[in-house]
């Protein structure tokens, strides 16, 4: 059994540790959270006692790996730390918001003797896996086009915003990832456009904004487009499209189950998709712990590397430089 | 070019009418109707004569075709005369509502030189006929259960009623020829139930139903299931659903276009399905015609021959025995 | 916490031991089974003891509520011993293959003050209940029609058929259950023919069918059609569609994900659907567990009572009375 | 009756003067193409005559309007000559190749007493229309984000190629139009890439590209996305989607009939889309005839005016100028 600690107990933190005790070949070993009642709580709910500070986790020689679910500003110290422990680390995104800070990270754990993998879960879905597999295995033959359409449910709180770094660094950066991951070369140019649709207040108080569009393209032509928007009061809206020159692949919605009314008004009516990130990527979330738990079993490197996150994070950074110049940019222009 | 003349000039006579004029080798030649400016209305639309009897038709050397789509009553009648005069025949369903009526009129014209196809339009549905096709074709390994839902968006005028001849020969005598034409096999039991579920004063003022359930069984043991009801709110409900062995077939409804809506109450809610039988089955009474013409250029049995009219009114006769005895009819009882 | 033990440690007992040990207010407590071994492994996943014996199991004051999922022919035995003892049961379909038998342990559990929960996991699918939810809150009007579609993916092996007791009370006894669930209002008739197509020789060989088709009606004429298959390759095939004057309700089957393919030949090709009923139905079995909690916190009549279960096994009865004899049958010619 | 003549018998002029026959209100009056004999075979087909000479046509008291369906070179010349007899207009896309042309025909017909419509067919089909309707009527709120999937089934012949003059003012001058009808506010800002990904020696021998994403957006921040292909193998993909901040709107693809096919590789496999345009749009074409019977009969404008033509070209020019200098282009830049 890998034993696992969770470090951060909040919303997301909660779900790993749940998932964590659910996994047969892993076991939850410890929770931490600078919160002590968020801690206590989770590991009264788990049966698992709440670690009194950070540092009784990494030196303690009955946790093999950390699941590191904290506040942004400290994923890249405790990664850091935890390779120096000699701990396996999956950690969630983003590594951090400033690509230096990021880049000397890289550099620190550069030689790690343990996996270091990154929260890109929608790399471990089902369907998108699904679709990539079909398309590597040739099903479309040439891949031409991708299209990810991402829109979240309902704008998050203010609260979360001011400190999310920004819908391309927080939002986005899942989608720069399996742009990445489905394209299967790397986008060298990238163009984007955002602006404060939803709530206007957004870009005037916040210099943030709620909607955008990007399109991506590799060295050999592959087109990718991807937008965002925080309301799709339909529920989550999660569909990657893949064209290529011998057919398409759709990664479509999901629904909590398959009712359809029929009235003198409209046929074939669906309960809503899926409404929340936590439901509609239960499964990956699921998945991704077990391919972490089978890299630290293998020393095998993670599907969703750190490597992965940086290259996110230099996409995001290169599409707020095209955001601002309003033109296409080389993403080797982004010192990374 | 096939020179037809359409003998009825009722709602589906003039769909007819339109219908032949559009054709490429067929032409509409005159069209008749007891009640003169109904014909005359029709003739205008067309641009042709309206004859001024139904004899002045059979008797013309410039007409090589007729459609019926009288009454009910003089359909026999027409198809005798017709035949007798060397017409090609189309007629409208039913032959007759009288089964003897039906046998005799087939007695009659058994030698006829001229096709003779009934108006079973369903069977040239492309829906339809792409699914017996594919089952023909071994799609679906063997065939073991046929699941037809037929659903008229709403109750007939009670007029029409009174004269319809009862639900199982006026509407589900489409559906047993249907059943007929996929089981690939003939049906030799029969079981019936119905009720007047929508208007129930139907059952105390005219003995009739408007909701009914079927079960047929070929020898082989090839299981059918129909059911009908004269009130789907949501439009036109024409399904057939194949089972084999190996896989199934199912030939859906129609809607006029593909809009579908997302909202945070459903999602995928589409525009009701084609709401009139002229418009749900539209390319197949298109396909009709064609059939006809091509079987009259080639002096060829038509797909829905003399005889399937005579079948499935021995099914509709023995559905209703099933109904009045509540039991499972040989198909055989029923004198043919 | 509610301390359940589990009797019966075959695929089904071993999933709802998993099952209950996931659940926040319940605790498997034991498992038993007479293999010694398949009782020990269940055990030793979920982290409990094997009881050497029921009686170790019914005596016990650390128990509280027995899931019994044992061979069919204990299952009355069990409930008796379970109530006498006080535990709450929840036993697996069918309560027994011979109805006296049931109609006697009814007699002797008549005033039983412990819940008595029947396996009919259907009634708790979240797609099966929110149709049901919709057509009472007047969503269709008034109910006409139901039409229940039940495929397994394959047939089960030969020693299963053997012992099962009959398609009708190992099978279709969960769509007699579905059919009263959603009619809202008792069956008074029944018709039904059944074959051995997908296997001729279970005919021959066992006496055994593979193939059913069904039609039920009430009192005040509501119409089911039920059919049935043992060979649906495309996956488990579970459709409840719910006609009323108003509208229309389709709970539709179940996919893994939502990964379409378009190719040359066909567009919008899915995943097939979820194979097994342990999939198709994991959230319906987790939600009976959780309806079975309830109802013991409350003590509350389970949504699925025991009458439910003798009720269909009646149904089941009257049947095979219908297909022996060819005709429809009165559900009340059975004697219960 | 509206006497209409049909300019230019080749494959689109072909399938207008069919159309045109078939309306209950406009008669097709004469064909003319400078290629004689396929003049010959259109009139042959349709029971009129072949004029000798455009002139003729325009000089004739006995037509009212004109169909231009010749080569692009000839529209605006066409365009102006009518007007000036006092034929309305109804013009293939695009006006001209060039957008000098075409501002300078602009100013010749800016007083025409005659409506001038332009064959944006797609505005007038029954599904992307309805989408805009009902995002007219406020269905979700306000609209923030188009996205136009607009893919060909397949590469044209290279000799259509060579003479179209360019992806964008051949193909996308559509989509860009559509996204003008559907943003219900002017493009202000303009995004494109493209590539010869299909056919690469298209891009080395023609200069050409088949392939292409674009992003558009408006002054109030309204965004849209357009993205382009030359081989959709699955039928001609054509799909709208709005989304508003109260819901999301979606004109879907098209089959021939709904046929789904249910095997143990995959489910509801259905018939590819409609494959050619001609196909895909007819309703959209019927319907485009009709518009401008009714615009002439009337004097009213058309809903694809002359203007739209012209920004369209517009939007072209502006996203040629994006290509080649990698940044987003205001559309003012483009002297109109």
Do not use: W
Not at 132 to 150: C, F, K, N, P, Y
């Amino acid at each position: 059994m890998l034993r696992i600690a969770v470090l951060g107990c909040g919303r997301i933190g909660q779900m790993h540790a749940a998932n964590l005790a659910k996994h047969p070949r892993a076991e939850l070993a410890a929770v931490f959270d600078v919160n002590r009642a968020a801690a206590e709580s989770v590991a009264k709910a788990q049966g698992v006692t709440a670690a009194g500070s950070a540092e009784e986790i990494f030196s303690s020689d009955k946790i093999d790996a950390v699941l590191i679910a904290t506040a942004t500003p400290t994923h890249a110290d405790y990664i850091e730390i935890a390779v120096a422990a000699g701990k396996a680390v999956l950690c969630e995104k983003p590594i951090d918001l400033n690509l230096e800070r990021v880049s000397a990270c890289a550099a620190k754990v550069a030689n790690a003797k343990v996996p270091i993998q990154i929260g890109f879960n929608r790399r471990y879905d089902p369907g998108h896996s699904a679709a990539r597999a079909a398309m590597l295995a040739g099903e479309i033959g040439d891949l031409h086009q991708v299209i990810i359409t991402s829109r979240d449910p309902s704008l998050p709180p203010r609260a979360y915003l001011e400190a999310a770094g920004g819908l391309f660094r927080d939002m986005t950066i899942h989608d720069f990832d399996l742009a990445r991951f489905m394209l299967d070369e790397e986008p060298t140019e990238i163009f984007a456009i955002a602006n404060a649709l939803i709530d206007p207040k957004l870009g005037a108080e916040l210099n943030e904004v709620d909607s955008a569009m990007f399109v991506l393209r590799t060295a050999s032509g592959k087109q990718c487009h991807i937008n965002n928007s925080r309301t799709a009061v339909y529920g989550s809206d999660q569909r990657v499209e893949l064209l290529g020159n011998k057919g398409m692949l759709l990664s479509d919605n999901r629904k909590p189950f398959e009712l359809r009314r029929f009235t003198s008004k409209t046929v074939e009516a669906s309960e809503p998709y899926l409404y929340f990130f936590l439901e509609r990527y239960h499964e990956a979330f699921m998945a991704e712990i077990d391919g972490f738990v089978a890299c630290v079993e293998k020393g095998a490197v993670p599907l969703a590397s750190f490597e992965d996150g940086r290259r996110a994070l230099i996409l995001a950074e290169a599409a707020y430089k095209s955001m601002r110049e309003g033109r296409l940019v080389r993403v080797s222009e982004i010192a990374a």
